[in-house]
């Protein structure tokens, strides 16, 4: 489980994604936690997708968690969830690790 806080604009972004590229390899199921996240920009959906791409280059599933309103839009119009098969979005901290020890059973 990763915990991103603050807003996912670019320096951010690119300080999350690289902690995020150390662990691709390593792991089955990947839990972000972004329910401390309530903006995210442009460049902040490059960072995230080419995070969740190199993870699923890994074969690692990515769940999303506690995603607000403004971020959750910005995703859903990228169809991020439609583009990568793996990704899967999930309304509560619980309800993350849930689907995550189903997915790595």
Known sequence: MYEIAGPLFFGAAQKAMRSLHDIAGTAKVVVLDLG????????????????VERLQHDRCQVILARVQPQPLEVLERAHLDEKHAGVHFAPTLDGA???????AA
Do not use: F, K, M, S
């Not at 690790?97 to 997915?103: K, P």
């Open 36 to 51: 401390a996240v309530p903006a995210i920009d442009a460049t902040g959906l490059v960072g995230l997708e080419a995070a």
């Open 97 to 103: 690790l849930e689907l995550a020890a189903r997915l």
